[in-house]
């Protein structure tokens, strides 16, 4: 069982590298304009490695319930250093989403100053909700 426990924490901190790899790698390419392609692929490489701590910490916590549940990882190098990383990932990910999020604004002001946008244009919100956009301004108006 503690082989198994460390094999997980070893698994856990691996990939909490990756996923701190892949946000410094979408925080980068953000500033780039040709960068939706490649934001889009960071973005399912971030959600797949999310969902593979996600189960690797369940298997965790069911190896250390079953230890009766002495975590004695939490004194291991590897969880504190892993928990470190999963930290700087926590703070990477919500700088990205803020950056996402006034790049989007501005676009949509941009468009709506233009007059671009019209009542019929889907737009997404954060949790994938769909919101219309609002009436078009006129350029004198903005």
Do not use: F, P
Request: hydrophobic share 40%; net charge negative.
């Amino acid at each position: 069982m503690m082989t198994e426990l460390s094999d997980i924490l070893q698994h856990i901190q691996k990939h909490a590298r990756e996923l701190e790899s892949v946000l410094l790698k979408e925080a980068a390419t953000l500033s780039r304009a040709d960068s939706a392609e490649m934001i889009e692929m960071l973005a399912i490489q971030k959600m797949d490695l999310v969902q593979t701590l996600d189960q690797l910490a369940l298997r965790r916590r069911q190896i250390v319930d079953e230890a009766g549940g002495n975590d004695l990882s939490n004194s291991n190098e590897d969880w504190q250093d892993s928990l470190a990383i999963l930290a700087r990932c926590q703070s990477l990910n919500t700088q990205v989403g803020s950056d996402i999020s006034a790049q989007a604004r501005y676009k949509q002001r941009a468009l709506e100053i233009l007059g671009a946008v019209n009542t019929e244009t889907t737009l997404y919100s954060a949790s994938g909700a769909a919101q219309y956009a609002g009436a078009k301004q006129a350029l004198g108006k903005a």
